[in-house]
């Protein structure tokens, strides 16, 4: 049997961390992602108020907002089961951009509640997809012994970002840049976040779901 290639020391101390070595930059680009998310948390709902939204219209958004994440939580898994989780997180990021940028580009200018709906509420599908079809694919690829410590690290990049990272990105942006402008530099941490673990990750477990598996018989 041949001895297996020497580990770089970056690469030992991943490991030595309960990090899947392999999975590193999903959880930076989780990371990331989830600071991009929860960059409106704190100042969201009263902007939308200031802008003449009514206050229980903007309480509705959110309650659309949590159904469709509740839901995409829901299919986050069945889906990673049968397309793989890196095509989960694609159209997790997918959603989440293209909505977003309904939201901002549409919606906000033009004060239209119905886009709002659309654009807000159903990117509330987007966030979901991408972190929990990343928790499948750590569950899929993490050693036994290590699988709670990588789940806790998939929890600190998670709750890091929204709303700790978040809130904090945002109280330093919305001073320079505005409020309006700090929601469309959430969207460039997003992106980054996202294409950081969808390219920079070479596992190909996370494209292993059963539609695969059948295909590939």
């Given at each position: 049997m041949k001895n297996p290639l020497p580990r770089s020391p970056i690469t030992r101390a991943i490991t030595r961390l309960g990090i899947p070595p392999t999975l590193a930059w999903g959880y930076l680009g989780l990371l990331l992602f989830m600071i991009g998310d929860g960059v409106e948390s704190g100042y969201l709902s009263p902007y939308l108020i200031d802008r003449g939204i009514p206050e229980p219209r903007v309480a509705l958004l959110f309650t659309v907002y949590g159904v469709a994440a509740g839901v995409a939580a829901w299919l986050s898994g069945v889906l990673?089961?049968?397309w793989g989780p890196?095509?989960?997180m694609w159209t997790g990021l997918a959603i989440w951009g293209a909505f977003?940028?309904?939201f901002l580009a549409a919606a906000v200018p033009l004060g239209s509640y119905p886009l709002m709906m659309l654009g807000y509420g159903l990117r509330g599908l987007g966030y979901p997809l991408f972190a929990y079809g990343f928790l499948v694919w750590i569950a899929g690829v993490a050693p036994r012994a290590r699988l709670g410590t990588a789940m806790g690290w998939f929890w600190f990049a998670f709750t890091g970002g929204l709303p700790t990272l978040g809130s904090l990105v945002a109280?330093?942006?919305i001073p320079h840049i505005g409020a309006y402008a700090t929601l469309w530099a959430a969207l460039?941490?997003?992106?980054?976040g996202g294409l950081i673990a969808l390219l920079l990750v070479r596992d190909d477990r996370g494209g292993s779901g059963r539609a695969a598996r059948a295909t590939a018989r």
């Open positions: 990673s089961e049968l890196r095509r989960v977003q940028v309904v109280s330093g942006l460039v941490l997003v992106a980054a």
